[in-house]
C-alpha cells in the first residue's frame, strides 16, 4: 500500500493559480509513476499529467498544455501540480495517483486512471469569480 494525501485545493478567481501536492507516508514517490486526475461530479474522471518513475517524462492531457506543470521533489517526498492560469472548467475535485509502473500509462494521448493502483482521497479546486 501507498497512502497518498493531496491538498492545496481551495478557491481561485479565473486566472489564478494553485499549487497542488502530494505526499506518500512509507513510500518513496520517487520509485512510482504518479498522475494527476480530476472529476467533475457526474462526468469521468480526467487524466491531467503524468510523471513516471523511469526518466521523469512528463505527460499532459492538451486543455492544460502550457498551464499546468507536475514535478517532483525528492528531498521532500511530494509530486506538485503547479497550475496557472485557471479557468473555470478546471474545477474539479484533483485526485494523486501512483503505481509501480515505470511509465505512464498514456494510451492514444489519454493517461489511463485505471493502471494506477493507489489514490489519494482527493483535494477539491473551484474556480469562480
Known amino acids: 500500500q501507498v497512502p497518498l494525501v493531496e491538498f492545496g485545493g481551495g478557491l481561485v478567481q479565473p486566472g489564478g493559480s494553485l499549487r497542488l501536492s502530494c505526499a506518500a507516508s512509507?513510500?518513496?514517490?520517487?520509485?512510482?509513476?504518479v498522475g494527476w486526475f480530476r472529476q467533475v461530479p457526474g462526468k469521468e474522471r480526467e487524466g491531467v499529467s503524468c510523471i513516471n518513475s523511469r526518466d521523469g517524462t512528463t505527460y499532459y492531457t492538451e486543455s492544460v498544455k502550457g498551464r499546468f506543470t507536475i514535478s517532483r521533489d525528492t528531498a521532500n517526498n511530494m509530486v506538485y501540480l503547479q497550475m496557472n492560469s485557471l479557468k473555470p472548467e478546471d474545477a474539479a475535485v484533483y485526485y494523486c495517483?501512483?503505481?509501480?509502473?515505470?511509465?505512464?500509462?498514456?494510451?492514444?494521448?489519454?493517461?489511463?486512471?485505471?493502471?494506477?493502483?493507489?489514490w489519494g482521497k482527493g483535494t477539491l479546486v473551484t474556480v469562480s469569480s
Open positions: 495517483a501512483a503505481d509501480a509502473i515505470r511509465v505512464c500509462p498514456v494510451v492514444h494521448g489519454v493517461i489511463v486512471g485505471q493502471a494506477m493502483d493507489y
Open positions: 512509507g513510500s518513496t514517490l520517487a520509485d512510482y509513476t
